[in-house]
């Protein structure tokens, strides 16, 4: 499915991001604590979509195309679950103009 934003497709605003990923992620997530979070908000806010819920109970987590735009941490139900800083610099989203 090829989502539109305004005249500019999904896809087409994704070409013109670069991830620099780090070699330590740059958000942590305490799947423990995560298994007794009811609401898994994280899952549905995330815009990226990088939380999966687990057989377990649990979250997993990929921060390599992370947006760094925060929602995951804001919105964290499971007691401070998730741990948030920026990148190290030179690290993390880069958007380019195309």
Not at 3 to 13: A, I, K, P
Not at 32 to 60: M, Q, W, Y
Request: hydrophobic share 30%; aromatic share 12%.
């Amino acid at each position: 499915m090829n989502q539109r934003y305004g005249d500019v497709s999904f896809e087409d605003r994704m070409s013109h991001v670069d991830f620099r990923v780090a070699e330590q992620p740059h958000i942590v997530v305490d799947t423990d604590v995560c298994r007794s979070c009811t609401t898994k908000t994280c899952v549905h806010a995330c815009p990226a979509n990088l939380f999966v819920p687990t057989a377990e109970g649990g979250i997993l987590f990929n921060y390599e195309q992370c947006f760094e735009c925060g929602t995951c941490y804001l919105m964290c139900d499971g007691g401070n679950a998730i741990s948030w800083s920026y990148p190290d610099g030179g690290q993390g989203v880069v958007f380019r103009h195309g």
